[in-house]
């Protein structure tokens, strides 16, 4: 089972910023949080991923809670190509092993609305 | 970013005949690959993990005699459905490990339809 929860679907306004929440309260001391989007029909693709402090690229921003129980991605001037469903996933940062896996929840449906 | 190609991206068979898909890794070499199903409107599910030079990791649930997995090469994996039926089309999508920490790519996909 994925150790994320996220909400199943969200608007957001071409040009606004688009935040998207993902609670993973179970998480452990040593586990990052993974962000990948799909777009429709198309493989995922990785966004951005961290540990407990935020983190930027040129695509986007984590935020993460103290109590790392939570995070939010934040797409800062999204577009209508930024429609796409996004996966928050929590895994270890090294290829050993079961972090090797990635589990899937059903992620945020995120419509960019002209 | 290492890039992950998948061939065919499309293919439309009859029901009984076998389709190979194949994931390369096109600039990098890939010792663990994964292979991933995805029904309409629901998430990845993992099948199996294929290792170079090994025989693949198959998930609970999955038949490996179905879904031949071959990784002869650091670049080359595939994805043999044998004796395919209409309840296997699905979008078929791989990914493979990279160097770094964490590091995953992922293929394009590959649309399967078994008439």
């Known amino acids: 089972d994925a150790k994320t929860t996220q909400p199943t679907s969200m608007d957001c306004a071409e040009g606004r910023a688009a935040n998207l929440p993902c609670n993973h309260s179970?998480?452990?001391?040593?586990?990052?949080v993974y962000w990948y989007r799909q777009i429709h029909s198309q493989g995922p693709q990785y966004i951005i991923h961290g540990l407990k402090n935020n983190e930027t690229n040129e695509m986007a921003s984590l935020i993460i809670t103290e109590d790392r129980k939570s995070s939010t991605l934040i797409l800062p001037h999204a577009t209508l190509r930024d429609t796409a469903v996004y996966y928050c996933i929590v895994r270890g940062d090294n290829n050993a092993g079961n972090n090797r896996k990635l589990i899937w929840g059903l992620g945020t449906s995120l419509a960019v609305n002209p | 970013g290492a890039v992950v190609s998948q061939h065919p991206s499309r293919v439309i068979c009859k029901s009984g005949t076998s389709v190979k898909i194949e994931c390369r890794s096109l600039d990098f070499q890939a010792t663990t690959m994964f292979w991933y199903r995805q029904f309409p409107k629901q998430s990845l599910m993992l099948m199996a993990t294929?290792?170079?030079?090994?025989?693949?990791?198959?998930e609970q649930g999955v038949e490996k005699d179905k879904f031949l997995i071959n990784h002869a090469s650091l670049t080359l994996s595939t994805l043999t459905v044998t004796s395919a039926h209409p309840e296997d089309s699905s979008f078929y999508i791989c990914?493979?490990?990279?160097?770094?920490?964490?590091?995953?790519?992922f293929g394009p996909g590959t649309r399967l339809t078994v008439l």
């Open positions: 990914s493979a490990l990279g160097l770094g920490p964490g590091e995953q790519f």
């Open positions: 179970t998480i452990s001391g040593n586990e990052y």
């Open positions: 294929s290792n170079e030079g090994s025989k693949a990791t198959y």
